[in-house]
């Protein structure tokens, strides 16, 4: 059990009761934020930003009940030029501000409570999908679809049989779905983690790690995990054409992912420069800017007709 406390001091300014208490919630919401067993007091700025948060997450509750949320999809192409999958990345489609990236919400959504729904959205997305390129005869089995797993559903027990539930709604195999975790998701208790890991991949689904090389990854654990792809964050791809580390660290991660039998995938590739070089450097496939932005569905099927194989 842990304590945290906020304090609202009361004077002659500020005598109602009700604010003296909101206040107070306020400064605990902020002890609870540097991670509890500590107290904060009562900051106006603070105020300001939680009256927002809550005013976006009341937002995001509407948008959920009006549809505003999807997946749009961008391509992943091996080194051949073969379309082998894509990546599911939500959106917001704002009546009033347009379209949103996640980055404006997702941790909000996560922090409410709200994230399993919007993947709900995200994975029937997915489904709808694969069944259009299956009817289109346009995809082969090999063809997955990858879906970002934020940590609080990583960490639920429901994730397997959530995931299950709606696929089979949809007629979908597991294989044609590919799990993205981050490597911050296998630290902390590493046998449930694998445990779960392995439940979930009996079931036919498949692991990739996600921005690998940001985080904090125990090599000796890493094989352990029952992961079929490491993808190299973008931050690395930017520098691969400089001579020395930037180049090297790729080739590193590209060295490491042949040695565990782990495929690699080079993301935001954006100039042809770098996939010439990613592919001297034997990565097996890139997604990026180079290849498309990511698409709605309907432009996504289009652009897929059209590309089936990718000239370079
Ligand atoms: P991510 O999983 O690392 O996704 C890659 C991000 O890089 C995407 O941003 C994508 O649009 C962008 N990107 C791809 N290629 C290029 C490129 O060549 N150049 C540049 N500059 N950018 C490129 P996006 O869609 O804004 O997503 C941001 C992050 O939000 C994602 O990062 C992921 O962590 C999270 N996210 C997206 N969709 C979901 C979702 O459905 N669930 C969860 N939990 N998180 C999601
Ligand atoms: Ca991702
Ligand atoms: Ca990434």
Redesign the pocket.
């Given at each position: 059990m842990s304590c945290s406390i906020g304090i609202c001091i009361a004077n002659e300014m500020n005598l109602v009761t009700d604010n003296i208490l909101k206040y107070a919630d306020s400064a605990m919401y902020r002890s609870k934020m540097k991670g509890g067993n500590s107290y904060s007091f009562y900051d106006p700025e603070l105020q300001t930003l939680l009256e927002k948060l809550t005013e976006l997450e009341t937002d995001i509750t509407r948008a959920i009940a009006c549809n505003e949320f999807c997946?749009?999809f961008?391509p992943q192409v091996s080194m051949l030029g073969k379309v082998i999958g894509a990546?599911?990345?939500?959106?917001w489609n704002h009546p009033s501000k347009g379209l949103i990236?996640?980055?404006e919400f997702?941790q909000i959504a996560?922090q409410y409570g709200l994230?399993q729904q919007?993947?709900n959205i995200?994975l029937r997305d997915i489904c709808v999908l694969i069944n259009r390129l299956n009817a289109e005869d346009i995809i082969d089995e090999q063809f997955s679809v990858s879906?970002?797993?934020?940590q609080s559903?990583f960490s639920a027990s429901t994730l397997k049989s959530e995931l299950l539930n709606t696929i089979s709604n949809f007629n979908i195999g597991p294989s044609q779905i590919k799990l993205?975790i981050t490597e911050s998701m296998l630290s902390g208790d590493i046998d449930n983690t694998i445990q779960q890991m392995a439940e979930i991949k009996e079931s036919g689904f498949t692991f990739s790690i996600?921005?690998f090389g940001t985080g904090y990854s125990c090599l000796t654990h890493l094989s352990a995990f029952p992961v079929k792809e490491l993808k190299i964050?973008?931050s690395f791809i930017d520098k691969v054409l400089d001579d020395g580390t930037g180049f090297s660290i790729v080739q590193m991660i590209i060295n490491l992912s042949k040695s565990l039998d782990l495929s690699v995938v080079a993301?935001?590739?954006?100039a042809l420069e770098q996939f010439k070089t990613l592919k001297t450097m034997h990565v097996d496939s890139i997604?990026?800017?180079?290849i498309s932005?990511?698409m709605s569905k309907n432009d996504y099927v289009k652009w897929h007709k059209d590309n089936v194989t990718k000239e370079f």
């Open positions: 997946a749009y961008q990546e599911a990345l939500i959106r990236a996640p980055n997702i996560e994230i919007l993947q995200v879906i970002n797993i934020s559903q993205e996600d921005d964050d973008k993301e935001g590739v954006e997604q990026g800017y180079l932005k990511p």
